[in-house]
């Protein structure tokens, strides 16, 4: 079992920028694909990004695509979503997942993940 911790949250106004922070204390998931997903109030958990295990590719939600940026420092052993013009649609929890084996690719659905964190809450006022 890994168990993941996001960081980075809070509140910023319309147009701002957080970084969240994705780690697995203890535990090292340099190879492991990564998935960033979000889920408002009353609404499913979606995709927002991915990067893969070595972070030679990544792959983004279209709501997110030019304004999210994903990577990582596996000698942090730390994935990072870099979040620029915010819009208060953002607002959410944030949550990092990781697949269980670094033979797998990195995907996009929610099933696709094994280890998840407990999410970090971001919130974009207009």
């Known amino acids: 079992q890994v168990q993941m911790v996001e960081s980075g949250g809070g509140w910023v106004q319309s147009g701002g920028s957080l970084r969240l922070s994705c780690a697995a204390p203890?535990?090292?998931?340099?190879?492991?694909?990564v998935g960033w997903f979000r889920q408002a109030p009353g609404k499913e958990r979606e995709f927002v990004g991915s990067?893969?295990?070595?972070?030679?590719?990544?792959n983004y939600a279209e709501s997110v695509k030019g304004r999210f940026t994903i990577s990582r420092d596996n000698a942090k052993n730390t994935v990072y979503l870099q979040m620029n013009s915010l819009k208060p649609e953002d607002t959410a929890v944030y949550y990092c997942a990781v697949r269980r084996s670094y033979l797998l690719a990195a995907a996009s659905r929610v099933n696709d993940y094994d280890y998840w964190g407990q999410g970090t809450q971001v919130t974009v006022s207009s």
């Open positions: 203890g535990r090292t998931f340099r190879d492991s694909a």
């Open positions: 990067i893969s295990g070595r972070g030679a590719s990544t």
